[in-house]
T-cell receptor, first 113, second 116 residues
Framework: EAEVAQSPRYKITEKSQAVAFWCDPI?????LYWYRQILGQGPELLVQ????????DSQLPKDRFSAERLKGVDSTLKIQPAELGDSAMYLC???????????FGSGTRLTVV | AQKITQTQPGMFVQEKEAVTLDCTYD???????LFWYKQPSSGEMIFLIY????DEQNATEGRYSLNFQKARKSANLVISASQLGDSAMYFC?????????????WGAGTKLIIKP
């Protein structure tokens, strides 16, 4: 079964450093989502892409976070500078819609020290 | 206002017993979808089951079934014959249209622990 690829799986970074996460969605999935999940809580949408266009980034802290999907395929989420409160799981998902919902990647667990 | 409510932060269940995880939702849309996802400690989010608002029958997927009560806005997940591997966080989510885009609204989750 096709998968959403994410890397790295784990990342430890120091406060004020830059960090980047990568996501490759399932081939043909036009919609891509980045979520942040604090331990013990549900996922929070950061940004939604339709092809290469951002359709919702209302919850993205734009002073430090940026996201791009230049060719409408894979995507990168960047944090600069990282803060202690950014420690979380960052999940990428893609979707064709319909009854199967979203397919998630394995996530990147970020720890900021 | 909370759109997805999961009232059980945590549950302990004996292996092989059936489990019901509660989920209530709030929407004024006529067309919507309800999902359940499982998240083991490893972190990946695994799709379990889907119920469309116009589906006449309750959804089933193997040991998972969804007890959909539309008038009560309830979409409880039932796991039959629980197994140790069912221990995980379980999230209920609702898909709705926001500004012409489909988005998932998530509940806070229920941590399920299966006891041997």
């Amino acid at each position: 079964e096709a998968e959403v690829a994410q890397s790295p799986r784990y990342k430890i970074t120091e406060k004020s450093q830059a960090v980047a996460f990568w996501c490759d969605p399932i081939s043909g999935h036009a919609t891509l989502y980045w979520y942040r999940q604090i331990l013990g809580q549900g996922p929070e949408l950061l940004v939604q892409f339709q092809d290469e266009s951002v359709v919702d980034d209302s919850q993205l802290p734009k002073d430090r976070f940026s996201a791009e999907r230049l060719k409408g395929v894979d995507s990168t989420l960047k944090i600069q500078p990282a803060e202690l409160g950014d420690s979380a799981m960052y999940l990428c998902a893609s979707s064709l819609g319909g009854r199967r919902g979203y397919t998630f990647g394995s996530g990147t667990r970020l720890t900021v020290v | 206002a909370q759109k997805i409510t999961q009232t059980q932060p945590g549950m302990f269940v004996q292996e092989k017993e059936a489990v019901t995880l509660d989920c209530t939702y709030d929407t004024s849309d006529q067309s919507y979808g309800l999902f359940w996802y499982k998240q083991p400690s490893s972190g990946e989010m695994i799709f379990l089951i889907y119920q469309g608002s116009y589906d006449e029958q309750n959804a089933t997927e193997g040991r998972y079934s969804l007890n959909f009560q539309k008038a009560r806005k309830s979409a409880n997940l039932v796991i039959s014959a629980s197994q140790l591997g069912d221990s995980a966080m379980y999230f209920c989510a609702m898909r709705e249209v926001m500004d012409s885009n489909y988005q998932l609204i998530w509940g806070a989750g229920t941590k399920l622990i299966i006891k041997p």
